[in-house]
């Protein structure tokens, strides 16, 4: 397992709103290599399995139904120190509290719809890639 990567989702709101090419212009300009692509869209169902370890959040329901709303960016990246550099990339959970050039505060509208997933742990990165790649799906 690699300390070196991370995962992310370019969320519902964020892809409906047109901001994919500039996300991922973003994250590359950035320095992260993209390891795995993927344009997929999340049921209820892998939806509620994704975010299983926010279950008993008083925002759980919502999250699901909002995240299974339309289509998603899944993607593998690899870049030194991946994890804590992708979150200072993204910025706060709240786009109203993110630092000034962070994504979610150029692309986020609310704490709930803001606009990019970024895995908190190496952990749950190997975790969430396995969620949804192959092995003969990275490079
Ligand atoms: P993510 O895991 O998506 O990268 P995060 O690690 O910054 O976000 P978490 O605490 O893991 O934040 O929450 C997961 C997601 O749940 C958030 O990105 C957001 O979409 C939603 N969320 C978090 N807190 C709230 C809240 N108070 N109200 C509504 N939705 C929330
Ligand atoms: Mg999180």
Redesign the pocket.
Known sequence: MSTNRTFT?I?PDAVANGHIGAIINDITQAGFKIIALKYTKLTSETAGKF?EV?AE???YK??VS?MSLGPIVAAILERENAIEEF?KL?G???PAEAAEGTIRKKYAKS????A?????SDENAQIEGDFFFAENERF
């Open positions: 989702m969320k975010y926010h959040r008083p925002f919502d999250l909002f979150r993204i706060a959970t709240n704490i709930e719809a803001n990019v997933h970024g895995s908190d």
